[in-house]
């Protein structure tokens, strides 16, 4: 086959590639082209009926506290031998395929989360965490940052500006594992570990779409390139959610104009009622 051929050939698999696999698998083909994570492997679910026999032993040395086997984190289901919760009799298949098997006891994360993290909904579990015991918490199969580092490259991660400073940080300081409400699953208030914005201070009046951890509501991500990285300009950030008609309903802002709202109210907080800006008000009268 000649060099153009190949190529066409190539084109045509990553387009039918992208087609016929569910959006899931598409978003995981595409996201590798993107960012670098590698494929994930899909590994024979056949266990040998010699291999399983001396894994029943293992579970056979576990029975009782499942700390018994000193400093080792043994799952209940593994501990109680309920093998066959997850392994065929005979073929010692797995019953179902992941992530449903874990489902039949945990409740499913798409109950719980709105985004999804990538290796969970393809049901990768058990690249983060073994099925039966280990000797880390939680029956994950690496310590610290390198749970993650086994896809994300760690080069790449670092070198990231938001990145420079977290050091030995656990990842999961500002992500979640599995998923959650906010972009890259952060976690709610995991900005507040570089930004300072008064937020634990009690006696503050705070905004409400702050309080609720909303911040891509205005902000977009570190690589925007807006000024404070900001969706929409002038008065728009505000008036996304806030009506014009309602605003200029109160004599406060008869004369306002085109001044942007932040000249008298921080976007955030403040030691002031409706967020005021107070020097700023003052300086006005
Ligand atoms: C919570 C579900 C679950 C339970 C309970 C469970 N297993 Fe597994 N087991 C798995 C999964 C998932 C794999 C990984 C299969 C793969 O790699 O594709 C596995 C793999 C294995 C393997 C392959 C070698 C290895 O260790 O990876 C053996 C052997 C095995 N299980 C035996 C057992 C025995 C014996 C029991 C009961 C004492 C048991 N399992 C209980 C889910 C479970
Ligand atoms: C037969 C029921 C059952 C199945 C199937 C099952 N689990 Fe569990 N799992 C449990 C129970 C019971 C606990 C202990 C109570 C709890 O934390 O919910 C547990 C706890 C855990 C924990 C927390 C361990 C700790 O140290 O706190 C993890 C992680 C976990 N399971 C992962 C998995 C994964 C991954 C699968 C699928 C491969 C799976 N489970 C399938 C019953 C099950
Ligand atoms: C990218 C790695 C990763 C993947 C993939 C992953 N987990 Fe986890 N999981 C973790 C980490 C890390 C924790 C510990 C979280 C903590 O300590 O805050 C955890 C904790 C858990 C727990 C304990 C309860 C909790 O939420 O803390 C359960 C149960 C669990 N995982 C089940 C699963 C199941 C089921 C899947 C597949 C659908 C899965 N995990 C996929 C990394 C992963
Ligand atoms: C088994 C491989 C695997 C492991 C381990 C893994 N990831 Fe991922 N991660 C992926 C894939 C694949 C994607 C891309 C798919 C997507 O965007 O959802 C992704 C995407 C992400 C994203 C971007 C999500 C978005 O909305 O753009 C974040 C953040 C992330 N991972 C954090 C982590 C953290 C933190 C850990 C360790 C707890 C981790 N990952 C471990 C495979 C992995
Ligand atoms: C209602 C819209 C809005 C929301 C929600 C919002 N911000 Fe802001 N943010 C702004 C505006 C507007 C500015 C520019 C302030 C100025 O011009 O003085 C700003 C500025 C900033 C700055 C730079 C200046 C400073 O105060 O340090 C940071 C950092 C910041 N925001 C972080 C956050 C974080 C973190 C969240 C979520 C917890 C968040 N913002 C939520 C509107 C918002
Ligand atoms: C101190 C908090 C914090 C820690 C710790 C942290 N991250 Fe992040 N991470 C962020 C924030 C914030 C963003 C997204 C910011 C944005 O662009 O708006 C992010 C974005 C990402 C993304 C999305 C793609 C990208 O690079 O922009 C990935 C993947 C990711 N983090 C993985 C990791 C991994 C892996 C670790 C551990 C080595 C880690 N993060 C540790 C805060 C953190
Ligand atoms: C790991 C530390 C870290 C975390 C966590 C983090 N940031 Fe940042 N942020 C930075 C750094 C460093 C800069 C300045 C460099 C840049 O612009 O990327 C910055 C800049 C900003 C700015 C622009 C500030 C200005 O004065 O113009 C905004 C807005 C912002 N971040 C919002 C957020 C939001 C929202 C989150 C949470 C979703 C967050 N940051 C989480 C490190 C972080
Ligand atoms: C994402 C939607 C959203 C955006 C964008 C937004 N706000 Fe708000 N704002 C709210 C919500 C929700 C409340 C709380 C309403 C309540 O408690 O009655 C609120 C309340 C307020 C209050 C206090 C009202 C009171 O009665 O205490 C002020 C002042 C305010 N916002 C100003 C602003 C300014 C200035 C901006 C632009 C920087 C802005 N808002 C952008 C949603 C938003
Ligand atoms: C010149 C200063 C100034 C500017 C500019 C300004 N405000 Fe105000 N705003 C005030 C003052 C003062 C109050 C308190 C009024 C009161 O006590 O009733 C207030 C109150 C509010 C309130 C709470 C009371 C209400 O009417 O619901 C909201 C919400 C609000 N402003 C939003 C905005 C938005 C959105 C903008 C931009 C379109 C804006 N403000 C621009 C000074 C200003």
Not at 123 to 143: E, Q, S, V
């Amino acid at each position: 086959m000649n060099a153009r051929n190949a190529i066409f050939l190539i084109i045509i698999l990553i387009i039918t590639g992208l087609q016929c696999c569910s959006p899931t698998k598409r978003h995981l083909l595409l996201s590798t082209f993107l960012d670098g994570v590698p494929p994930l492997d899909t590994s024979s679910r056949l266990v040998s009926q010699n291999v399983f026999n001396a894994a029943m032993d293992t579970s056979a040395n576990t029975t009782g506290s499942a700390n018994e086997v000193v400093g080792m984190n043994v799952h209940p289901p593994f501990r109680d031998r309920q093998c066959r919760k997850c392994h065929q009799e005979f073929s010692n298949n797995l019953v179902k395929p992941l992530p449903s098997l874990c489902f039949q006891c945990h409740e499913p994360f798409w109950n719980t989360y709105e985004k999804l993290h990538g290796p969970v909904i393809s049901g990768h579990c058990i690249k983060c965490h073994n099925p039966h015991w280990t000797d880390k918490k939680k029956l994950l199969l690496r310590a610290g940052q390198d749970i993650c580092f086994e896809c994300h490259k760690q080069d790449a991660i670092l070198a990231n500006s938001k990145h420079e400073t977290i050091g030995n940080r656990n990842c999961t300081d500002c992500h979640s594992p599995h998923g959650g409400k906010n972009n890259f699953m952060l976690k709610d208030g995991s900005c507040y570990n570089c930004h300072d914005l008064h937020m634990d201070e009690p006696d503050r009046f705070k905004h409400g779409p702050v309080l609720s951890f909303n911040c891509y509501e205005c902000h977009g991500t570190h690589s925007t390139k807006t000024e404070h990285k900001l969706l929409r300009s002038g008065q728009d950030i505000c008036l996304k959610c806030h009506q014009s008609k309602d605003i200029l309903a109160n004599k406060a802002h008869e004369t306002i104009g085109e001044t942007i709202c932040t000249e008298c109210h921080n976007p955030h907080q403040s030691d002031q009622k409706y967020m005021l800006i107070i020097n700023k008000v003052d300086e006005d009268k």
